[in-house]
């Protein structure tokens, strides 16, 4: 009976009483499941497909037609969710809530400068130091006064940070006084009372940086500095009143910070932590309180006094098991030095980066003789930090910024900004390129070898490059009116290569897989006057004169296997003899040694030659030995990673050969052309051509 009522519904129902005829199961049980989709569509009928229809057709899950008006009654209740939420957030923004009023503000620049807030803009975009407006700005908000006010002006003359009229709370003081309650704009951390924690407070602290709150960082000041003792969050005060410091400095607000400087300085001196000293230091520059954050870093940041910690004694593995406990004596003192050098690598690395910025400022706020000071710090405390073992990975000191900073300097001087009797500098006693400093600096500190790092270096170093022309004699050389550097080696031994890479030039000296390319003593000028190519190629004369770093590289030819007749070998050799011998402008020669294969007959005969006329004239020309080609000794060599070595065997035979040919008290300096190893290095012998 069922079955006729279903096919009536499909059929009709005159069609299923008086035609029926018998079918077949299969085909009776598709017909069932067609009439049954038709049944749940029209009634809301659902047939669950777990029941399958085996000749019991009853079973059937029947669900209400209410489920429908549920789904439509739950999206309803979704969207006056989202009304409701759009509503709320739209009255938020319109209230005189601090987070409210930032938004407003935000909104408000992004409609009035909308390419600022681009993909690429905004935060993403490159600094831009307009020191100008800062000073000025400060100078404004130094006027403003609030409950906190001190005198600066005295608070500088009378030793600045460690004499003011601020006196401290004690422990116990604190513990008698009654903690008021101080009520903030956080919805996170509304108050601040006796039960607050040194969590709630840093949350506290960082709210009212980001928010610019002015109100909450006076209350939080109240609070650490007036309320509670040194005691408090169980010694935790002295990182909070640091954080609090940085947030005022931030804000703008100098005298809180001035107080929580000394308050910590004062009762908080034994749990300093050199990242938060770093911070503080940072904070006061951008403030331009220079002499003070010189004050902080010596104070806090010193070096350690000589043999206070033995950086021999422990290894790098050592370190790592510093909180092992021992009864013995000597691991007792082993243990205690390990934590000295933990403390001291610490201090070094925050030390620099301070110091580091410090130079920065001043170059980049045109006083270049307080960051060239400041490079003499770095440079002086390079030694130890070597002898901390640490890599320039860990320092990661910001040379690239540095650099960019004295090149504008120098930049400046050369278009005569500091000539001036009335200005506060003296070009007299700087180098002959400020930038020099930054690389005595470079140096002393573990070697970095990044590109952009040496290509900024380069551009202020060698900023104009031409060739001048090839002698074959004495009388071919040009005027002897600066410096000059010599590169001398065996063919193919990679001179030209050498050349280019420390110039950060492609093609400044011809390169060539044949040996003997280079006939002549090619001399380049480096740093002369602008348009030298015109005069040398055209004869124009052309005005100017050459920077006070100008200096000329020689490119000696190739002795050994070069496929030239022997009269001109001989030439070569006798006009080399007579020009380390006469050449008055001769300050440095760079001996190029393949590092593959060691020295040779012919390197040995140069040495000798060099050991017989400059042996005793060291003073007038230095010799230095560079190792080229050292990444053909390591597989896959990269400029990151494994940049090039030179093995024992080969190093051992070069300095018996030096010694040998008297000349091993000559430096040995490893290079390669592909990985940039040793650029910065033979840099520092560059120099001395410079500033002849």
């Given amino acids: 009976m069922l079955v006729s009522s279903l096919l009536a519904l499909h059929f009709g129902s005159a069609f299923a009483l008086t035609t029926f005829q018998p079918i077949s199961v299969t085909s009776c049980n598709h017909r069932i499941s067609f009439c049954l989709n038709k049944i749940r569509t029209s009634t809301g009928l659902l047939y669950s497909p777990q029941n399958k229809i085996d000749g019991d057709t009853s079973q059937f899950n029947e669900i209400s037609s209410s489920s429908r008006a549920q789904r439509k009654a739950g999206e309803r209740a979704k969207k006056q969710k989202r009304q409701n939420s759009a509503t709320r957030h739209k009255t938020k923004l319109e209230s005189d809530h601090p987070e409210a009023i930032l938004k407003r503000q935000q909104k408000k620049k992004q409609q009035q400068n909308p390419k600022k807030f681009e993909v690429g803009g905004g935060s993403k975009s490159k600094r831009k130091h307009n020191f100008a407006e800062r000073k000025a700005f400060l100078l404004a908000s130094e006027k403003e006064n609030d409950e906190f006010d001190v005198n600066m002006d005295d608070l500088r003359e009378n030793n600045r940070l460690t004499n003011t009229n601020f006196h401290p709370i004690n422990g116990s003081d604190a513990l008698e006084r009654s903690i008021h309650e101080h009520k903030l704009h956080s919805q996170s951390v509304g108050k601040l009372d006796a039960s607050t924690t040194a969590d709630e407070v840093v949350k506290a602290i960082k709210r009212a940086q980001n928010l610019h709150d002015l109100h909450d960082i006076r209350e939080i000041a109240h609070f650490l500095l007036e309320e509670v003792g040194p005691n408090f969050a169980y010694g935790y005060r002295g990182s909070l009143l640091s954080r609090l410091a940085v947030a005022s400095l931030h804000l703008n607000n100098h005298d809180i910070a001035i107080r929580c400087i000394t308050e910590r300085r004062i009762n908080h001196r034994a749990t300093m932590i050199p990242l938060e000293s770093s911070a503080i230091v940072r904070g006061l520059l951008r403030c331009r309180y220079t002499e003070e954050a010189w004050e902080v870093l010596e104070d806090e940041l ?11 004694s422990v290894s790098k593995h050592d370190m790592g098991d510093a909180s092992t406990k021992s009864t013995n004596e000597e691991d007792l003192l082993h243990e205690e030095n390990t934590r000295r050098q933990l403390e001291v690598r610490d201090r070094l690395i925050h030390r620099a980066r301070s110091i580091a910025s410090i130079a920065s400022r001043h170059f980049y706020e045109d006083e270049p003789g307080a960051g060239m000071n400041a490079m003499k710090k770095l440079n002086e405390m390079g030694k130890i930090v070597n002898e901390a073992g640490l890599t320039s990975e860990e320092i990661g000191m910001p040379w690239e910024r540095i650099v960019k900073g004295a090149a504008m300097c120098e930049s400046k001087r050369r278009s005569g900004k500091w000539e001036d009797e009335n200005s506060s500098e003296d070009p007299s006693t700087w180098p002959c390129n400020i930038v020099y400093s930054v690389l005595d600096a470079m140096i002393s500190f573990p070697p970095e070898n990044r ?15 031409v060739f001048v022309t090839g002698a074959v004699d004495m009388k071919g050389c040009p005027e002897a009116d600066r410096g000059e550097v010599a590169f001398i080696g065996r063919s193919n031994v990679g001179k030209s290569s050498l050349v280019n890479m420390l110039t950060n030039r492609k093609s400044l000296a ?41 200096f000329y590289i020689v490119d000696l030819p190739g002795f050994g296997f070069a496929k030239v007749p022997q009269k001109q070998r001989q030439q070569w050799s006798d006009f080399m003899d007579e020009y380390l011998q006469y050449r008055a402008t001769l300050r440095v020669v760079f001996h190029l040694i393949d590092a593959r294969h060691g020295p040779t007959e012919e390197d040995g005969k140069i040495m000798q030659r060099v050991g017989r006329l400059l042996g005793n004239q060291q003073n007038r020309a230095k010799y230095v030995v560079i190792l080229t080609k050292a990444d053909k000794n390591v597989k896959g060599a990269t400029l990151e990673k494994n940049p090039g070595k030179v093995t024992k065997s080969v190093l051992s035979k070069v300095v018996e050969t030096m010694n040998t040919n008297r000349v091993g008290y000559a430096p040995i300096v490893l290079t390669s052309a592909e990985t940039k190893l040793g650029r910065d290095e033979v840099w520092k012998y560059l120099r001395l051509a410079a500033e002849f």
């Fill in 451 to 465: 590109d952009v790092t040496f290509e900024a270096l380069c551009n202020a170093l060698v900023r104009r490059t």
């Fill in 302 to 312: 010193s070096l350690p006094l000589e043999g206070w910690v033995d950086f021999s």
């Fill in 510 to 550: 011809f390169t060539s897989k044949t040996p003997g390319k280079t006939q002549q003593f090619n001399y380049f000028a480096v740093n002369d006057k602008p348009d030298l190519e015109r005069q040398i190629r055209f004869g124009d004369e052309v005005p100017g004169t050459k920077d006070l770093d100008a």
